[in-house]
């Protein structure tokens, strides 16, 4: 039955590029405009073909994880990208589109995001082995993307020109107070005390993260100027003169956006100047796919302008810059997917094979999706007042061109 | 009885700073927390005295064309600085605050903007005589927000500065066309063309504007290359490889704004870029300001950066940056105020007192808006295609610094 269903989803979704699929009685069939290079993927498991009907976005992630579905010459770009490219043109069976619907709309139950259950989406990512993390992201655990301020940069030249232009954003002076919302492995934190003499408080609701930190805090000799704290960033009390926050509005959740800005207000010293790094959609607002939401980031939900900007707006917050990086991420993604098969034996002796397969998949996709649909990031600069930054933007590219002219 | 309702209204409105009344019987009156230098109003009409109850945001600057509402030492600077800072905290009478809720609401009818109306609006304004807007614009007649890039520049250099910078965020090569929605006398136009090398059609519905931008552009020898066409910027045909509108938006009219992107997407070629500079509100989406409304910008509407990213994301169109300019208006207001002072008698030869003093109120109120309150420009560079602007955005600022590194 599910057999007879699939020609016509296919049909429905893949309108673009050209698609060459192999089922498990040994039969064939072609779809597509027959543009493009032709995907050829082979399904062995005759369970797997009610669930691509049924779910597509999210079956054919667990198929490529559980070895039953595979892509000639392991081409999963090719196969991401016709998926992207034909989900961009809003193809897909009438049964799938509704269900993205359904999807949108339960996005304000599903992203309810109390303490308790912010606490286990992050554990479920952030928890895993710390040195799983190092074989794939740069030196200092950058987990967010890179600015590649000039073409050719290492990954690590990459992620410390990010924290550079982040912190040419925060204004920072020695002496500032800066509270770090969602700091990760600690690597903001560690570069803002060091190269600007602030003090830093950073949150995580991440055991392994926190540990980490810490350690990593008290190596540089930076304790007198640093802590690194286990908890929601809600629960923090005190002002600062600087908020910064990188990668971790995506796990905010829309109906948290207001209490999100509202809390960042709360902690900001009247001249205060906030910096928010988010992954951004240009886009309307939509729902998380499937997939990512099962295995990758429960909970996590990637942001219009426009809902971002309402709940600024209510919070009663300037916002003072917006940037919107573009390709940088599709960029970082690439770096670390190739760092990631350098070391895929070293993966392979802390994870199974299901695991580092479902790794692959998720760096794969994530790239694809930068580079071909309307992902980005938003770099959103907040002050409560408009006089606490420059008149213009210019404090922020006086160096770089400055050391270009020079060349 | 409006006397008596007088006290109370002015007690729930005026909470920060001082105010003295003189009311026509006689009698004077404080409010205020006592603050600040006290600003002291009389009023000689009593018939003014309802009005102010009733909607004082018109009736104030109604009472101050008439003459029956003159203030001391005609400190219309603190007047009007006394009014924002109280509004802003959103002090008023519970009967002016349900009004304000109602203008909110109201604003997607006030705001319904077919071709008859939005030239109706545009006549109100821009037919006024052009003599007259000499005698406060600068010599190229920029009448939108000029870019102090540097401090002390001259409104002349402030509005070149502005017209470079956003030159330069339209990535313009010789040869490229160029369509500049609301172009007004045509100075954007001919910039472009003379300094750019681009080909440009403008258009503008007003005639008086139309007339002196073709004049412009005749006596600029650039016939050739820029067209002046008295339209409505919906009936252009064809594509454009850039797309300019400066201070147009905010006639465009909330209901319209899915209309104007896609428009805006449609007359733009796959690689083109687009940029609109408006005037907008850091705050929540709310209503015009009645007088203004009646007086100066019938259909005008200030948007919230929510408001305008909401339906640029369902046109399909890129975000490609967005600048926040702030206090830039502002000072630009302060010149343009100076000027008309400087030349009322001029003034008062082309349109009598009572049109004087409207204009002198309304560039005062709108200087302490955008000083004061929520009120600000925003530039937003628009793209079908994510590859069509440079990966950062120093190119916008490599001249000026390297320029300034020189010094």
Chains 1, 2 share one sequence.
């Not at 509704?98 to 928890?127: C, I, K, T």
């Not at 200092?140 to 073409?151: E, H, I, K, L, V």
């Not at 923090?236 to 910064?244: A, C, L």
């Not at 707006?313 to 573009?326: C, K, P």
Request: with cysteine.
């Amino acid at each position: 039955m599910w057999q007879k269903l699939l020609d016509p989803a296919l049909r429905a979704l893949i309108r673009e590029g050209t698609l060459v699929l192999h089922l498990p009685d040994g039969s064939r069939r072609c779809h597509g405009d027959g543009t493009g290079p032709p995907v050829s993927v082979r399904i062995t498991d005759p369970g797997l073909i009610g669930r691509l009907v049924r779910n597509p976005a999210l079956a054919v992630g667990e198929g490529y994880m559980d070895g039953t579905l595979t892509v000639e010459g392991d081409d999963l770009h090719g196969l991401i990208a016709l998926g992207v490219r034909n989900l961009a043109a809003r193809n897909g069976a009438w049964w799938h589109r509704l269900a993205e619907r359904g999807r949108d709309w339960a996005r304000v139950v599903r992203q309810f995001n109390p303490g308790w259950r912010a606490r286990a989406n992050v554990a479920h990512h952030y928890d895993l082995s710390g040195a799983f993390y190092d074989l794939f992201l740069d030196a200092d655990r950058q987990y967010s993307c890179a600015y590649f301020a000039r073409p050719h940069m290492t990954l690590e030249e990459a992620q410390a020109a990010k924290k550079a232009h982040i912190a040419a954003k925060l204004l920072l002076r020695p002496g500032l107070r800066v509270l770090d919302i969602g700091c990760g492995w600690g690597g903001m934190a560690i570069s803002l005390a060091r190269e600007h003499g602030v003090r830093v408080l950073g949150v995580t609701l991440s055991e392994e993260q926190h540990r980490v930190a810490t350690e990593r805090v008290r190596a540089a000799g930076l304790s007198e100027r640093v802590e690194i704290r286990l908890a929601d960033y809600r629960s923090v009390e005190g002002t600062f003169d600087r908020v910064v926050s990188v990668g971790m509005f995506e796990h905010v959740g829309v109906p948290h956006y207001r209490e999100f800005f509202c809390t960042l207000r709360e902690r900001l010293a009247p001249d205060g100047v906030a910096l928010v790094h988010t992954i951004g959609r240009a886009a309307p607002p939509g729902s998380t796919n499937p997939w990512i939401a099962k295995y990758i980031f429960p909970g996590g939900y990637v942001p219009a302008l426009s809902e971002v900007m309402a709940a600024v707006e209510r919070a009663g917050l300037w916002q003072t810059d917006v940037e919107v990086w573009r390709l940088h991420y599709a960029e970082t993604l690439r770096h670390w997917h190739a760092r990631f098969e350098a070391n895929l034996g070293r993966a392979r002796a802390l994870y199974d094979e299901r695991f580092c397969r479902m790794w692959r998949f998720y760096l794969v996709a994530c790239e694809q999706t930068f580079r071909l649909h309307r992902q980005c990031v938003f770099q959103i600069q907040l002050a409560r007042r408009q006089e606490a930054v420059p008149l213009t933007r210019e404090y922020l590219y006086r160096g770089a061109a400055v050391a270009q002219a020079a060349e």
